[in-house]
């Protein structure tokens, strides 16, 4: 089974950017998607970003309107089984941990946790001044 190692979060202020990184152990080709999720101090995982890497529907990206015009995802041009998230104009709601997943999601559930079999551990995005 394919491991997700994410990267790249740390302490940044209001406005600012990070760029967060998920490198899998394998190829991807089994996945029909990759996403980032975040979860805050007791709230849900929540829907971030989703790229669509099969089908006819490839490169087809995906975004939580919190995050629409601030947050890009795009899939490595180099090495394709990494996943990059660049996130600018942070915001203290942005606060969470950042978690990596992939898996084979329908339309229906490209937005949800139950789109993804595989996720990453997780890595911590702090947005304070």
């Known amino acids: 089974q394919v491991q997700l190692v994410e990267s790249g979060g740390g302490l940044v202020q209001p406005g600012g950017s990070l760029r967060l990184s998920c490198a899998a152990s394998?190829?991807?080709?089994?996945?029909?998607?990759m996403a980032w999720f975040r979860q805050a101090p007791g709230k849900e995982r929540e829907f971030v970003a989703a790229?669509?890497?099969?089908?006819?529907?490839?490169?087809?990206?995906?975004y939580a309107d919190s995050v629409k015009g601030r947050f890009t995802i795009s899939r490595d041009n180099a090495n394709k089984n990494t996943v990059h998230l660049q996130m600018n104009s942070l915001k203290p709601e942005d606060m969470a941990v950042y978690y990596c997943?992939?898996?084979?999601?329908?339309?229906?559930?490209?937005?949800?946790?139950?789109?993804?079999?595989?996720w990453g551990q997780g890595t911590q995005v702090t947005v304070s001044s």
């Open positions: 997943a992939a898996g084979r999601p329908i339309l229906s559930t490209i937005r949800t946790t139950n789109g993804y079999t595989n």
């Open positions: 394998d190829y991807t080709s089994n996945y029909h998607a």
């Open positions: 790229v669509r890497w099969s089908g006819f529907s490839s490169g087809t990206t995906y």
